[in-house]
Nanobody, 122 residues
């Protein structure tokens, strides 16, 4: 009923930048909190950053000051601008959106994207 389509991953050198995008589509009444999580090989999935529909943001300590999260409510899209990338940022990045469906407007349901690989290496 809801699809999250991610874009923008790839290979970048240390110190470089990438911008990830994630668009939600389907039977959507409204979208609440959106965000990005990441999972490095051998590690658990961890929060990167989240943003409310009112544009309040929260960042994990390792990315504060380097990553910026924004959203376009009209397009149900969230963007993650990643600057000053480090090798330790290498991971699969997953988009998350909490959605109220047109058929179930009294609850938010979490949806996940398929993941996009970000590799920081020289």
């Amino acid at each position: 009923q809801v699809q999250l389509v991610e874009s923008g991953g790839g290979l970048v050198q240390p110190g470089g930048s990438l911008k990830l995008g994630c668009a939600a589509s389907g039977s959507i009444a409204s979208v609440g909190v959106m965000g990005w999580y990441r999972q490095a090989p051998g590690k658990q999935r961890e929060l990167v950053a989240i943003i409310t529909s009112g544009a309040s943001t929260q960042y994990a300590d390792p990315v504060k000051g380097r990553f910026t999260l924004s959203r376009d409510n009209a397009k149900n899209t969230v963007y993650l601008q990643m600057n000053s990338l480090k090798p330790e940022d290498t991971a699969v990045y997953y988009c998350n959106a909490n959605v109220r469906l047109t058929s179930r407007i009294y609850e938010y349901i979490p949806y996940w994207g398929q993941g996009t690989q970000v590799t920081v290496s020289s």
